[in-house]
């Protein structure tokens, strides 16, 4: 009982350690530079059933409707895939929204198909802006890729089997 108080005051010290190094006045400016920047495009958060209606749109190969882009729980999701640790993630995203190609991206076949390349927004935007957008995308959403791709799949068999 002693040893599991122990460990449960660690974790707990563990997530006071990381949130107290999270700036969240970056955070803020970072959300701003999504909403001026990159709202247009791109939701903010797509729930699991948003995601399994876009899923279903794409394999019956039609385009997702009311979407323009994918939204940024599942851009942040599938970028930390490739670039887990936040430094490499914040370099590549900025890097990708100054000059983004299908060659360097992340996306998933099917939604250069459907969506295009995004355009250079980046190149609108100064260092900090790009920092701050990336470091929010980072920071604001915590699903794993493929946490989210196998729930997904989960609830896509549920919805199928009652039809």
């Known amino acids: 009982m002693n040893i599991l108080k122990l460990l449960l005051g660690l974790l707990a010290g563990a997530f006071v350690t990381l949130a107290e190094e999270v700036d969240y006045e970056f ?3 970072g959300y701003e530079v999504y909403k001026n920047n ?3 495009c791109h939701m903010e958060k797509a729930s ?4 399994l209606k876009a899923r279903l749109k794409v394999l019956s190969g039609h385009r997702p409707e009311n979407i323009d ?3 940024m729980n599942l851009v942040s999701a599938r970028v930390k895939e490739f670039f887990p640790n936040e430094p490499e993630f914040i370099e590549f995203v900025k890097d990708y ?7 360097k991206g992340v996306c998933k076949p099917a939604a250069y198909s459907f969506f295009g390349v995004m355009p250079p ?7 900090e802006e790009k920092e701050a957008v990336a470091y929010w995308m980072y920071y604001r959403y915590s699903e794993n890729w493929q946490d ?3 729930r997904v799949k989960e609830l896509q068999k549920k919805v199928t089997s009652k039809k």
């Open 97 to 103: 929204i100054t000059n983004p190609s299908k060659e």
């Open 69 to 71: 882009a994918p939204p």
């Open 27 to 29: 955070l803020r400016k």
């Open 121 to 127: 927004i980046g190149q609108g935007m100064s260092e």
């Open 38 to 40: 990159c709202s247009l």
């Open 48 to 51: 699991l059933f948003d995601f």
């Open 148 to 150: 989210l791709f196998k």
